[in-house]
């Protein structure tokens, strides 16, 4: 069963706009972490933003804010005043007990383009 | 500073030649990862190094072979590779593989690997 989910296989959004990416999760544990990369078409993953499960507040850094729902086990990424440098692959990730350490599952990603 | 770097950026090898990609972290981490990932895929996960030490094997095919010579470094050597393994081998860092469900992956700029 697929653990992390992106429902929006691309997103298009103009410049100086906000934009939502979806992600919804599963799991049973009480205890994981919730992240957020973006890739560009250079290929570098390249970490955003982190949510707890135990974490009360949203998390932002900058203009990236996470909408953290725990009881609907969503984690939507919130850009805000897009910017053209913004377009790239987003993948949501969540990181969770394996075999003894803790790894990292991807969703299949969000391509967002920003336009002029 | 939380840079991970690759070397080579480009890799074409023959499915008879030996290969190796080379990742170097000078961040402390302890923890080490690398994934391979197709176009328009999420990152699958290959290999974790906890302590210089190979924890985690995710059924990888024996003609991948890494190696953790110290802390900073992570080779994965290549040997009689075949055409569907081009891809993107991108390397990772992180504080500690351990179960600690906070702990951020950095990810290096990755290999682009073609095999012909």
Not at chain 2, 65 to 87: G, R, W
Not at chain 2, 92 to 110: E, H, I, K, V
Request: proline share 5%; charged share 20%.
């Amino acid at each position: 069963a697929q653990k992390i989910t992106q429902t929006q296989p691309g997103m298009f959004v103009q410049e100086k706009e906000a934009v939502t990416l979806d992600c919804t999760y599963d799991t049973s544990d009480q205890s994981y972490g919730l992240f957020w990369y973006k890739q560009p078409s250079s290929g570098e993953m390249i970490f955003l933003i982190y949510q707890g499960s135990y974490d009360e507040q949203n998390a932002t850094e900058g203009r990236y804010s996470l909408n953290f729902q725990k009881a609907r086990k969503s984690a939507n990424l919130v850009i805000s005043a897009s910017q053209l440098g913004d377009s790239a692959m987003y993948f949501c990730a969540m990181r969770e007990p394996n075999s003894g350490y803790s790894t990292l599952t991807f969703g299949k990603g969000t391509m967002l383009l920003v336009s002029p | 500073d939380t840079e991970v770097t690759q070397t080579p950026k480009h890799l074409v090898m023959g499915m008879t030649n030996k290969k190796s990609l080379k990742c170097e972290q000078h961040m402390g981490h302890r923890a080490m990862y690398w994934y391979k990932q197709k176009a328009k895929k999420p990152p699958e996960l290959m290999f974790v190094y906890s302590y210089e030490k190979l924890s985690i094997n995710e059924s990888v095919p024996s003609r991948f072979s890494p190696e953790c010579p110290n802390s900073s470094l992570l080779n994965l050597h290549l040997h009689a590779l075949q055409p569907e393994d081009s891809a993107l081998y991108l390397c990772a860092s992180s504080l500690d593989a351990d179960l600690s469900l906070t702990d951020t992956q950095y990810f290096g700029p990755g290999t682009r690997l073609t095999v012909l």
